[in-house]
């Protein structure tokens, strides 16, 4: 008789798997939101490895505050780097450089990971991607029939792995770093794929297995937490925003304007 599927347990050992063949015996930088995602990488990483969080933002962020109580909830050691406009701006220009594009949206996701593959000790940085694609995390995916959520989810894991996973390579690598994506590991992805589309988003909760995985590490309220996209928790994209209007252009002209004036000679 076949062993019973047990879609939660089978999640956490391949997320198990993904991270200790990682980071056993090593000092790494976990990129830390205090969110879901975030906080089963660093409660699994803990077991073997010796993680430190770091979380960016402007001062008086949402993901700085939410992070650092989460980081003494789980008494593991945090970094919190604040960033002020000067340094969103220099960081705009760079990440636009490694990655080669203008988008908004991107840009100010990839300008923490800039940050901390910047000021971390530690050569192997540690990055959440993947959770929202693979266990429909985004809030589109509620909008969306249960073929459609599936065909969304797929779409958006393929984009993902062709570039996203790519760009952070290249940040990290730029800055002499290294850095892993334990949820984009193939047995994680498979575990994950193998669960029915209406089991992640169950009743119109997100993340409904990977919620299920947080409890089974005993994260207790973090599980039932959500949380703001990162260029928004962060505050970097309101910082953008509001430079953009100083200007009175919009967001991707003044990223392009600012990028070819940083450029030239």
Known sequence: MGRRMDPTQDVLDALILAV??????????????????????????????????????????????????????????????????????????????????????????????????ENAGEGLLMSGQGADELFGGYARYLKMSMSELREGMNRDLRSLLEDGARNERHIAEYHGKRICHPFLHPRVIDAACAIPVDE???????????????????????????????QYGSGIMKAMKAAARRERMTLATFIEDLVRRRESP
Request: glycine residues 6%.
């Open 200 to 230: 992640h988003v169950r009743n119109g909760v997100r993340k409904a297995v990977l919620r299920d995985v947080a409890l089974c590490l005993n994260l207790g309220e973090i599980a039932a937490r959500e949380k703001k996209a990162a």
């Open 20 to 117: 200790k063949g990682q980071v056993e015996d090593n000092r790494l930088a976990l990129l830390f939101s205090g969110g879901l995602d975030s906080s089963v990488l660093a409660a699994v990483a803990a077991e073997f490895g010796n993680p430190t969080l770091y979380t960016v933002g402007v001062e008086g962020s949402h993901d700085l505050s939410v992070a650092e109580d989460t980081a003494a909830s789980l008494d593991m050691p945090w970094v919190g780097l604040v960033m002020d406009e000067t340094e969103i701006m220099s960081s705009i220009v760079l990440v636009s450089r490694l990655i080669s594009t203008s988008n908004p949206i991107t840009i100010s996701f990839e300008i923490p990971l800039l940050r901390v593959s």
